[in-house]
């Protein structure tokens, strides 16, 4: 009630003070009464938005832009509290700043080096690959070119779609008014119907001596200014083991520290051999081991003690410790208990129903989410979708059931639906069939590249239609090749639909057209000839 009074004050002020206040009302429509700023009201009246969206990344972007398609009125805050290590950046969230993007770029610059060693044997005259270096500086500063570039591109598409943005923290001060703090500590109030928490997450860091003084995450690695050097990656899910892949292959000494298992979740057999790969590109695994103490020695670099399960304790010296070892939603930053928001007392996660939390007019999408996959991808569907719901009238749910997604480790894994290991726990291993092959890239035969972990996997039911559960793909372009099976088993592709597939020659795709070996028969799953 007192909210509304100021803003109907507010509005009474603003009309009779209207040319004083043209020079100080900006694209975003706030101005001050008192301390407080305050934005106008929206065409609604009651509130000044239809929407607010707390966080400007994939999710809240993709459910902005939507909403506002839709006709809502509606409004962004998007802020980045430096990493332990200082390090901050702009407006389109973690994919665009520190995660798919700036990764997929040092994986493409791992992939080029590569690609110089083999053009050698294919004519090329390249210098003697001894020869070829990497400049890291370089490196990341025409990676963050490209992030500075998107940043900016955003901004613009806002301001063209008409969508206020804010560079400003927030945090709830009751179910339809956000508080949003400004860099230099100025506060505004923001009123909206509904409101969509979209803040994703932030890397953790273990509770040792040093964590937090000497140690990295992948907030800091893509504009790191000295290059990494010797380097430990301390986690094996899917940011250690990208990360160790491309340092590796830029030219680094990297080890990976592995907790229990790699890539926990993942078809296990998939995981070990693309760890397998890895070390034979030479990166190092120090497995079944956990960190207990950094220190920063005279010279700079970093003594690193860990435990091993037999309680053994080792030490070695890196240049680099980079933590990857998962993410903490910013949930609790948001002041959830003022409107009694629930969270997941273990992981501060969000449970919801369609997107939608125990609070009615509060929702949230991306990687706060319980239980699903922190992806772009589906961040950004699921903010769509829910946009469409609230404001046009749709209906469509999110579908986060066999979201296929990719590990750009060296060699590529790329898979969709279900595991091996989880198809045998839900069906039994007598319903489950499993297809796998291995197979020679052509592209690999001139540099005489080795294929020994170039292996496919399709899992499916034995019996019935043969419904096609799972597809696993370990080889080059792994993403690109999964994508379109993802859709095939969208529409509930079955085992003979796909050997029924006619395939594309030369391709690494097709050999999912080509596989018949089941695990079942014993049969040896090795290449099939080239071309029959
Ligand atoms: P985010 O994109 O994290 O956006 C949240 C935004 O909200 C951030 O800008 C944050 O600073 C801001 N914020 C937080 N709290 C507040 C607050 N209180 N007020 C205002 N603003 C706030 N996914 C893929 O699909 N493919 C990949 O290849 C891939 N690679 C990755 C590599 C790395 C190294 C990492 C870390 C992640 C990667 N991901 C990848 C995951 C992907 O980045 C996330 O799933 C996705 O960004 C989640 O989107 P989101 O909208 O939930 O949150
Ligand atoms: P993950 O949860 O995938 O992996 C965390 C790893 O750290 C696990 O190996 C875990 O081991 C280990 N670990 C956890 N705690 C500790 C500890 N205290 N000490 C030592 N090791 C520990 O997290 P990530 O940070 O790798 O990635 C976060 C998310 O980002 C992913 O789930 C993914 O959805 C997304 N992402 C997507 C990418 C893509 O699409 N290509 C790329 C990168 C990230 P244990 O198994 O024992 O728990």
Redesign the pocket.
């Known amino acids: 009630m007192a909210t509304l009074t100021l803003l109907a004050r507010i509005v009474t002020f603003r009309s009779a003070h209207a040319k004083l206040l043209e020079f100080s009302w900006p694209r975003c429509n706030t101005f001050s009464y008192g301390r407080t700023t305050m934005a106008c009201m929206c065409s609604d009246q009651k509130f000044m938005y239809d929407l607010l969206v707390i966080g400007g990344g994939s999710g809240g972007l993709a459910a902005a832009k939507e909403a506002v398609n839709l006709g809502a009125k509606v409004a962004v805050l998007d802020f980045v509290t430096p990493s332990p290590r200082g390090t901050t950046w702009g407006l389109g969230g973690t994919c665009v700043n520190v995660?798919?993007i700036p990764?997929k770029l040092m994986h493409q610059a791992a992939l080029l080096g590569e690609a110089i060693h083999e053009s050698a044997a294919y004519g090329w005259q390249v210098p003697d690959p001894k020869t070829i270096k990497n400049d890291w500086q370089a490196l990341t500063t025409a990676v963050q070119n490209h992030i500075k570039s998107v940043n900016w591109v955003t901004r613009v598409e806002l301001r063209t779609k008409k969508i206020e943005y804010f560079n400003a923290l927030g945090y709830f001060k009751d179910q339809h008014t956000i508080c949003g703090k400004m860099k230099n500590g100025e506060e505004k109030l923001f009123t909206a119907k509904n409101i969509l928490i979209a803040v994703g997450g932030r890397?953790?860091y273990?509770d040792i001596p040093g964590a937090l003084e000497y140690g990295i995450s992948?907030d800091d690695i893509f504009s790191l200014e000295k290059a990494p050097g010797k380097t430990l990656v301390?986690?094996?899910?899917?940011?250690?083991l990208?990360c160790a892949g491309f340092l590796n292959s830029l030219g680094y000494d990297a080890t990976v520290?592995?907790?229990?298992?790699?890539?926990?979740?993942f078809d296990q057999q998939m995981a070990n051999t693309i760890a397998q790969e890895m070390e034979r590109r030479g990166v190092h695994f120090i497995y079944q081991a956990?960190?207990s103490k950094i220190e920063k020695q005279t010279d700079g670099r970093l003594l690193v003690n860990w435990v091993d399960k037999e309680r053994q304790t080792h030490q070695d010296i890196f240049d680099t410790v980079l933590f990857?070892?998962?993410?903490k939603p910013l949930t609790e930053e948001l002041k959830p208990e003022i409107i009694g928001l629930q969270l997941i007392p273990e992981t501060a996660k969000i449970d919801v129903i369609d997107e939608q939390t125990n609070v009615p007019n509060v929702y949230a999408v991306g990687?706060v989410l319980h239980k699903k996959?922190?992806?772009?991808p589906v961040a950004i569907h699921a903010g769509r979708l829910l946009a469409r719901r609230l404001f046009g009238n749709s209906t469509e749910q999110m579908d986060y059931i066999n979201v296929a997604?990719?590990?750009?480790s060296p060699l590529e894994y790329g898979c969709v639906g279900l595991s091996e290991e989880a198809a045998i726990a839900i069906h039994g291993e007598e319903k489950i069939e499993i297809y796998h092959a291995y197979y020679k890239p052509t592209e690999f035969f001139i540099p005489q590249k080795d294929v020994s972990n170039c292996y496919i996997k399709v899992v499916a039911f034995r019996n019935g239609d043969q419904r096609v559960l799972g597809m696993h793909f370990i080889g080059p372009n792994a993403g690109e090749v999964i994508q379109g099976f993802a859709a095939a088993i969208k529409c509930n592709l079955t085992f003979p639909k796909l050997k029924d597939t006619v395939g594309i020659h030369p391709t690494v795709a097709e050999e999912f057209t080509r596989i018949s070996v089941t695990k079942r028969s014993g049969l040896d799953p090795k290449p099939q000839s080239c071309c029959s």
């Open positions: 995660g798919c990764k890397p953790r273990p992948s301390i986690g094996a899910g899917y940011i250690g990208e520290m592995v907790r229990s298992i790699v890539l926990r979740g956990k960190p990857a070892i998962g993410r990687d996959p922190e992806l772009t997604t990719t590990v750009f």
